[in-house]
């Protein structure tokens, strides 16, 4: 009954490869999120959608695409690793609560990258 | 964008002191600001949060200020425990587009 679920826990890889992570939540949510968290703990944003629509991108190289099959799934490609990618990523959810208003994020464990 | 300056970076208190974060925004137009905890390996998760429309809450041990005015608002834990420690977040922000403040560990002496 896991809210907010990502696989795979662990991803280790060399660079040049492209991998993938899956998101899933299972509380109804409109809104889905994508973070890094460097080594240093700041988690940034790096895209928002919102009914399987792309609401931001922020500054993110065009390496990462995300991909929303539909409501309940946001999926992060990365293609053409390099070194600084390595970071623990989080997806996370929300529920809309209409005109942008915000409400309680829900995260997943988190997909810690190290490439190679 | 919203820009969000969390202090102190790192704070350190003995079990039942007092702990205060604080965070500044400069977006007036936000009005949900949430606090995060994340201990060591695991996920964020949602502690206490409090909109525009009220200047104080309060759970337990834990509580958090907003001043609009100003533009800032502040976690308060009590009577601190080793538990407390981990790495604080605040957040402000619309629903699209959070900014999550650069974070705070706490750390708990027994």
């Known amino acids: 009954d896991t809210a907010v679920s990502q696989t795979p826990k662990y991803l280790v890889t060399q660079m040049g490869n492209d991998k993938s992570i899956k998101c899933e939540q299972n509380l109804g949510h409109d809104t889905m999120y994508w973070y890094k968290q460097d080594s240093k703990k700041f988690l940034k944003i790096m895209f928002s959608?919102?009914?399987?629509?792309?609401?931001i991108n922020e500054t993110v190289p065009n390496r990462f695409s995300p991909k929303s099959p539909d409501k309940a799934h946001l999926n992060l490609h990365i293609n053409s690793l390099e070194l600084g990618d390595s970071a623990v990523y989080f997806c996370?959810?929300?529920?809309?609560?209409?005109?942008?208003?915000?409400?309680?994020?829900?995260f997943g464990p988190g997909t810690r990258l190290t490439v190679l | 964008g919203e820009n969000v300056e969390q202090h102190p970076s790192t704070l350190s208190v003995q079990e039942g002191d007092s702990a205060v974060i604080k965070c500044t925004y400069s977006d007036s137009a936000s009005n949900y600001f949430p606090w995060y905890k994340q201990e060591l390996g695991k996920r964020p998760q949602l502690i206490i949060d409090i909109r525009s429309n009220v200047g104080e809450k309060k759970d337990q041990r834990i509580a958090v200020t907003l001043n609009k005015t100003a533009k800032h608002f502040s976690l308060h834990i009590t009577e601190t425990q080793p538990e407390d420690s981990a790495v604080y977040f605040c957040?402000?922000?619309?629903?699209?587009?959070?900014?999550f403040g650069r974070g705070t560990s706490l750390i708990v002496h027994p």
């Open positions: 959608y919102n009914n399987k629509e792309l609401i």
């Open positions: 996370a959810s929300s529920q809309d609560l209409g005109a942008g208003v915000p409400d309680t994020q829900y």
């Open positions: 957040i402000s922000g619309g629903s699209y587009i959070p900014t």
